[in-house]
């Protein structure tokens, strides 16, 4: 499974809802939101309001990546919203297994997240309760970062994980930097969902999505 989810915050907002069909039209498989608070990470972007104003605009899932604290306050919010995919950071919450639970018991997939410097092992006591591991290739925060290289390295553990622990069936997703020059790299290490903001909305939307999806794909 290969999945492109650009990320709306490096879209112009004063034309988004035109700019979500436009990646819809393209192929694009997931839309990412990247939600942030101004504490978790030092900027502010959307909350719930805007996210239920763009459901009606596509068919497409949401992808909620929460860069808040307590996020359990706000996720089952996020999901009456529209949103299909929520993760969380497992240091702004107290009870990451209870969040889980609360997000797939209201029926939408959860996932946890690494920063760059959140080591792999902090998953083995919630990896058998999640549905996907979403991996910083940034530090959170700003779009438009270039890509940490030592990423690659957390990806390979990653999967070696999955496989000690039997979740050969966990999705791998990617975000920060990601582009036309690293997809097919990233794609061959394993990764499933390629979150991807300026990449896909600086300059011509449809040929840029066209161009990611056939890097994503090309795994031989």
């Known amino acids: 499974m290969k999945l492109l989810a650009p990320s709306i915050l490096s879209a112009d907002f004063s034309k988004l809802g035109e700019q979500i069909k436009e990646v819809e ?43 808040i604290v307590e996020p359990e306050k706000y996720a089952l919010d996020f999901i009456k919203a529209g949103v299909d995919m929520v993760s969380f950071h497992m240091d702004a ?3 990451s297994h209870r969040l889980v639970d609360l997000i797939k018991s209201n029926g939408a997939k959860a996932g946890v997240v690494l920063n760059p410097a959140t080591p792999v092992n902090t998953l083995e006591e919630i990896i058998h309760y999640i549905d996907y591991v979403l991996i910083m290739s940034v530090n959170p925060g700003f ?3 270039k890509f940490i290289p030592q990423t690659a390295e957390k990806v390979k553990k990653l999967k070696l994980l999955m496989e000690e622990t039997g979740r050969t069936d966990l999705l791998i997703e990617i975000d920060g930097g990601v582009s036309k020059d690293n997809i097919n790299y990233l794609s061959l ?3 499933n969902i390629f979150v991807a903001g300026s990449a ?14 056939q890097g994503m794909e090309i795994c031989i």
């Open 143 to 145: 779009g438009g970062q």
């Open 93 to 95: 919450t107290i009870h």
């Open 25 to 67: 039209e393209a192929g694009a498989d997931i839309i990412h939101l990247d939600i942030m608070d101004g504490r978790y990470v030092p900027n502010i972007t959307f909350g719930i309001p805007v996210v239920e104003s763009i459901r009606p605009i596509t068919k497409l899932p949401f992808d909620a990546h929460l860069m």
């Open 189 to 191: 290490l394993g990764v």
């Open 200 to 213: 896909v909305f600086k300059g011509d939307i449809k040929e840029n999505v066209r161009i990611l999806k």
